[in-house]
């Protein structure tokens, strides 16, 4: 049977477990008093009790035999081979054993495949199916047997409502590892790579260089420059970058904030926001073509046509990081008004009452009352906002350059950390190269000054919503 | 004629309704005591109908308010105090769908006169809320709020002595005036409430409003506000909501009872509390409901 019609009759099993358990249930309920008081849970439980031990045990079956098998059938398989061909070299008998999948599946590998190799994927395919076999026949087992004990000890006085919560939460704790672990094990691999690239430049060199030019000679004999890992040019461009976006998302979103929480009528309001949210929804790839063939050309225009009303001398690139700056601050404006709009309206209506009461208009209770009370919240919502914009790649990628100027020329072409991992790592690489491995160290700062504004925003958030709960 | 015969039962028939089945069916009803005053009135309200969307809180209110008296309005929860008292300073603005009808003036002048401007309409007529409600900034920035507002004080010793006089005339002076630059929110919920009696009397009002401002405060914090209002009604017309009768007998000069937005009795409180005219009156002081 194939793994998929495997999981089909195993979620039928499933199915059938819980209308049986739950029928049994009602079968022992005591129909002498009107619904199920002597049952010491709802039939539902039951249901459900029999129906997880009818699941979860076959289906953790499944998983482990489908991550081991393909392990084991290669060990299988090598033992197989004659004495010569076990003794390669690990990479070469990886790629022998490439060969014989390629023929157990039927697609042609070289003109004449050699006899040994014919035999071991026949026997591959026998191993294979007799795998599958097993699976099947252990998973079916296991779920009917599980379910028949489960079913068989279903009484009235078992606390069936108990497990099944408890059950739950296990499950629910498991998915919730899941995300944690996924972190861990990211951050433990950027830190790993990272090590080893500080193992070929130091730490100093890559936090305080000047300069970043990661081109390396691969081989010996390559002319090229040795490549400079100084990430300072790379934050300077994020900084300015970003100093751009907050410049032109923070007023922008915080007035349409005050506007939609304050002034709006509820229709206004009701069509405002959810045009503000799309806003949100559109993909960055979007922003960054708008970014690059209509922003950054009219920003060039413009330049260039200021600076020779002045008669500057200056030189105007087409990529700059006003352009990629101000698209991203379009960008983020949904984040800090949404963020934003939130906390002054959560602000207490009391409040605003409170001075409304004294003769105070709607402008300075606004900016007297309501502003200072929401400001944790509100600054919550921009540090989130700040962190968004230093992971943003794509319309930097498209509007502001590749090229690691270092410099606060908003007209200039910069690049930003984000960029230059994408850079570095696209495209045939050597991965272990310090080049490719700079990605990493890059990763590593960028993940921890994320992580340091999130835990600030984080923190300030919560501090304000105990202010008023 | 039997036009005329029709109209003379309708008035019989109505003249022998018992007042309570009166006031609870129709519209137009009479209330019984001394709703007006014939001189000296500071706010005066007549035919004040109140709604919400197309729900009538408030039918057909007539009362004045005079000067330096302490008016007490009880009534059933739900009958439309808060709703009348709102009226009185237009809080009722800030809710969209509030509207209100009829005249109301304060020193013979129109306060829902579209040309007036409420902010000063506001600084005359403070208002007190229910739930103590401090600005999140010091206690002398809450006191500090109305008179910086209003342009009140030019000179910072002005405002230092304005602070002063008013957290004295709340009686809190003594409790907070080595932490002046605390926030106001770290205070007991009763000083809470005296802080914003100081927060509204900074201002000078000429009549305030108070919401129940007792109604989140311990009967030592309570005794501590109703000396207050003793006190300022001295210097201040004062409207209050209470679900004390104790406390409106305390308080208040003359006693206003509600019952499902109809303004039943004013009577002066000792006549409303010992011998009230009207039947729904006696059964709520009694407390045979609400
Ligand atoms: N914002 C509002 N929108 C709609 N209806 C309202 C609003 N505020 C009050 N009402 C209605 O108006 C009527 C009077 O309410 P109001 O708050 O004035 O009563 P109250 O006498 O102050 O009651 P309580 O003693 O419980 O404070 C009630 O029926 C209430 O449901
Ligand atoms: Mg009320």
Redesign the pocket.
């Known amino acids: 049977m194939s793994t998929s019609s495997l999981f089909v009759t195993l979620a039928v099993l499933i199915a059938v477990a819980y209308v049986l358990g739950r029928g049994r249930s009602m079968a022992l309920a005591d129909h002498s008093q009107r619904g199920f008081r002597n049952l010491n849970s709802l039939p539902f439980y039951y249901g459900m009790l029999t129906a997880l031990w009818c699941g979860i045990p076959s289906l953790l079956l499944v998983a482990l035999w489908l991550m081991l098998d393909g392990n084991a059938i290669d060990q299988l398989l090598i033992a197989q081979l004659p004495g010569e061909v076990a003794a390669l070299s690990h990479a070469e008998l990886g790629l022998v054993l490439n060969n014989i999948k390629n023929l157990a599946l039927g697609n042609m590998v070289g003109a004449n495949p050699e006899p040994y190799m014919v035999e071991a994927a026949s026997t591959l395919t026998a191993l294979q199916r007799s795998s599958q076999m097993a699976m099947t026949v252990a998973a079916i087992s296991v779920a009917m047997v599980l379910s028949i004990i489960a079913w068989l000890r279903i009484n009235p006085q078992q606390k069936a409502r108990l497990q099944v919560e408890t059950a739950f939460k296990v499950i629910l704790l498991a998915c919730a590892s899941l995300a944690i672990l996924t972190t861990i094990g990211i951050v433990f691999s950027v830190i790993f790579e990272s090590l080893q690239f500080f193992k070929t430049v130091p730490v100093s060199d890559f936090l305080f260089g000047l300069q970043w030019s990661p081109q390396m000679a691969i081989r010996a004999d390559q002319v090229g420059s040795s490549g400079a890992f100084g990430v300072i040019p790379l934050f300077v461009g994020t900084l300015l970058i970003s100093l751009i976006a907050m410049i032109v998302a923070v007023p922008a979103g915080l007035m349409s904030a005050i506007y939609l929480s304050e002034y709006a009528s509820s229709r206004v309001r009701s069509m405002v926001k959810p045009a503000l949210e799309v806003l949100a929804g559109i993909p960055t790839v979007v922003y960054g073509f708008f970014a690059a063939l209509t922003v950054a050309p009219f920003v060039r225009d413009s330049g260039v046509w200021a600076f020779e009303f002045l008669g500057l001398p200056m030189q105007i690139s087409s990529e700059s990081a006003l352009a990629a700056g101000l698209v991203m601050g379009i960008m983020i404006i949904p984040f800090v008004s949404s963020l934003s709009d939130d906390v002054i309206t959560a602000v207490p209506q009391s409040m605003r009452d409170g001075s409304l009461g004294l003769g105070a208009t709607k402008s300075e209770t606004i900016k007297q009352v309501v502003i200072p009370a929401a400001l944790p919240g509100i600054v919550g919502g921009i540090l989130l906002a700040v962190s968004r914009a230093i992971g943003e790649t794509m319309i930097v990628v498209m509007a502001a350059g590749l090229a690691a100027n270092l410099t606060a020329n908003p007209l200039d072409t910069v690049t930003t950390v984000t960029v230059q991992i994408v850079t570095l790592l696209v495209g045939d690489q050597e991965f272990d190269s310090p080049k490719t491995l700079s990605a990493f160290a890059l990763g590593l700062v960028l993940f921890v000054v994320t992580l340091a504004l999130n835990y600030v925003a984080l923190h300030v958030v919560r501090k304000y919503r105990e202010q008023y709960e | 004629m039997t036009e005329l015969n029709a109209v003379a039962q309708a008035t019989i028939a109505q003249a022998v309704e018992t007042p309570a089945a009166a006031a609870a069916s129709s519209a137009s009803y009479e209330t019984v005591g001394q709703p007006f005053l014939d001189s000296g009135a500071k706010m005066s309200m007549r035919d004040v109908d109140v709604f919400?969307?197309d729900?009538q809180?408030i039918f057909n209110v007539g009362l004045d308010i005079g000067q330096n008296e302490v008016l007490a309005m009880i009534?059933p929860?739900?009958?439309?105090?808060?709703?009348?008292l709102r009226c009185l300073n237009r809080m009722n603005d800030t809710?969209d769908?509030?509207r209100v009808t009829g005249q109301l003036q304060l020193e013979g002048q129109n306060i829902y006169d579209p040309k007036l401007d409420v902010v000063p309409l506001r600084a005359r007529v403070g208002m007190v809320f229910q739930k103590p409600n401090p600005f999140p900034k010091s206690i002398y920035d809450n006191v500090a709020y109305g008179p910086r507002i209003h342009g009140l004080v030019s000179r910072r010793a002005e405002l230092d002595e304005v602070v002063e006089t008013s957290l004295r005339k709340a009686s809190l002076w003594e409790e907070v005036k080595d932490r002046l630059h605390a926030p106001g929110t770290g205070l007991s919920g009763g000083q809470q409430q005296r802080l914003c009696i100081a927060r509204t009397i900074a201002v000078s009002p000429e009549v305030i409003l108070m919401d129940?401002p007792c109604s989140a405060l311990d009967p030592i914090a309570t005794a501590k506000i109703e000396e207050l209002i003793a006190e300022l009604s001295e210097n201040f017309t004062i409207a209050i909501?209470t679900?004390s009768m104790q406390q409106a007998a305390r308080v208040s000069h003359r006693t206003a009872y509600?019952h499902l937005?109809k303004l039943i009795e004013v009577n002066d409180t000792e006549k409303v509390f010992t011998n009230p005219d009207h039947e729904l009156t006696e059964a709520y002081i009694t407390g045979r409901f609400g």
């Open positions: 919400y969307g729900k809180a009534g929860s739900g009958c439309g105090k808060s709703t009348f809710i769908i509030c129940e909501v679900h509600f937005g």
